[in-house]
């Protein structure tokens, strides 16, 4: 993955995501950025360093373990019910932050939160190189056990990997959150490709490891729902392009809170039309899909 057209052999500025010369397309700008030089080198040294403390702590095998359970780690995002009725409606293309914005659908940042308005697309900026290819990223998390963060909608949906491992980089938390508190540029090897991303993992999680974390504290190592979306804590994936209902593996709904009694009631009764109608759209296009 260099800077070069893969048909035409010529250079393609880094913000392109079509060769100017010959047309090529694919290019991926988020997963160019992460294959820069810089960010390579910047990358094997802090996975490099989280892999020495590791040894020095004599718990490598146990990081060894969390890296390969790390290399199968799947890309998972939650939503609204509404968000997927709105495919359900209008078969396409799946609406990712911008498209909801200027539909009026995503929610104003409420008081004391961080302003994803600015935060977002300054974060997008980086990812893509410029401000002429925004608007294209979905964003999402990695995961060991197929489940998602909780404080997005009841609607968890797994992606599937040949559809976005090619297109999809990978940053070490919440992006938006990591510009509010540092600014951009964003710091070199905090990215990764795809194929990288259980580099990234390490060097972000080593330090947590030691020789009594076993297997099962992995998934949480990885993805912890905070009391509130700010708190949570990550590994967002960016997907450059479209989705739509094909590049899902699963959908799972489920209520979005505690199941209380009156919650359960109310999920039931605002819920089962909508729920059958998602439901029939994935069994149509071959989804797994499951409501619990
Ligand atoms: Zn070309």
């Not at 790390?70 to 968000?83: D, I, M, R, T």
């Not at 991303?197 to 490891?209: G, T, Y």
């Amino acid at each position: 993955m260099g800077d070069r057209c893969g048909k035409c052999g010529n250079e393609v500025p880094l913000e392109r995501n079509t060769c100017p010369h010959c047309g090529g397309d694919n290019l991926f700008p988020n997963v160019r950025q992460a294959s820069q030089t810089a960010e390579l080198e910047a990358l094997e040294h802090r996975y490099q360093t989280g892999r020495d403390d590791c040894r020095r702590r004599g718990c490598l095998d146990v990081l060894d373990e969390f890296e390969s359970a790390v290399s199968n780690s799947k890309a998972v995002f939650a939503c609204s019910l509404s968000k997927l009725i709105a495919l359900v409606r209008q078969p396409g293309i799946f609406s990712n932050y911008y498209h909801l914005q200027r539909i009026q659908f995503h929610s104003e940042s409420k008081p004391g939160e961080p302003n994803w308005k600015t935060l977002r697309p300054h974060a997008e900026i980086e990812f893509v190189g410029s401000h002429k290819l925004m608007d294209q990223l979905h964003y999402a998390c990695l995961t060991l056990n197929d489940c998602g963060l909780p404080h997005y909608g009841e609607c968890t949906i797994l992606l599937r990997e040949d559809m976005i491992a090619h297109r999809s980089s990978v940053f070490e938390e919440n992006s938006a959150m990591f510009v509010q508190r540092k600014g951009v540029p964003l710091t070199k090897g905090l990215r990764s490709t795809w194929g990288d991303r259980m580099k990234l993992c390490v060097a972000k999680l080593a330090r947590q490891i030691d020789a009594d974390t076993n297997s099962e504290n992995f998934p949480e190592l990885l993805l912890k729902p905070g009391r509130q979306a700010i708190d949570d804590n990550f590994v967002e994936v960016q997907i450059f392009g479209d989705m739509t209902i094909l590049t899902f593996e699963r959908v799972r709904l489920a209520s979005a809170k505690a199941s209380t009694p009156t919650r359960m009631r109310k999920r039931t009764r605002r819920g089962s039309t909508d729920e059958r109608a998602v439901r029939e759209l994935c069994l149509k296009h071959h989804v797994f899909c499951d409501i619990v």
